[in-house]
């Protein structure tokens, strides 16, 4: 596959799946045994299910979720992709009751192609700065 395919593959994810919350779509992107590793979701258990689990929960909370892709650079099977998340927290996240406030949140994430799938992605994102906008970490 060509980098330009790869990166055109991450991008269908963030499109589908974030911003249209299109969940199913997660079964043609992503590799059945689909691996993230991610400081924020220590237990997260691998496979398609686990990953439509785990965004359905982000989806509930911030429904007007829109990530934008910033840029990406690929090279062999990896894609790196700098991103923003904005949206307005309206639903329960992890015990965080609704706030009603809207946020910005940054991150990167590399993934890793296999046979036309993710198949494994390493993402650092700002979860402390999205607890600060949230009102429950204290902001410096």
Known sequence: M????????????????????NLSAADEILAP??????P???????GRQAYKRFQARYLKAFPDHRITVEDQIAEGNKV???WVARGTHRGDLQGIRPTGKRVTVTGITISRISRGKIAE??????????LQQLGVAAAD
């Open 2 to 21: 060509s980098a330009e395919h790869n990166k055109a593959i991450v991008r269908r994810l963030y499109d589908e799946v974030f911003n249209k919350g």
């Open 33 to 38: 045994n689909y691996s993230l590793h991610d």
């Open 40 to 46: 924020a979701a220590p237990k997260f258990a691998g």
């Open 80 to 82: 790196v992709t700098r």
């Open 121 to 130: 992605d390493w993402q650092n994102w700002d979860s402390l700065g999205l």
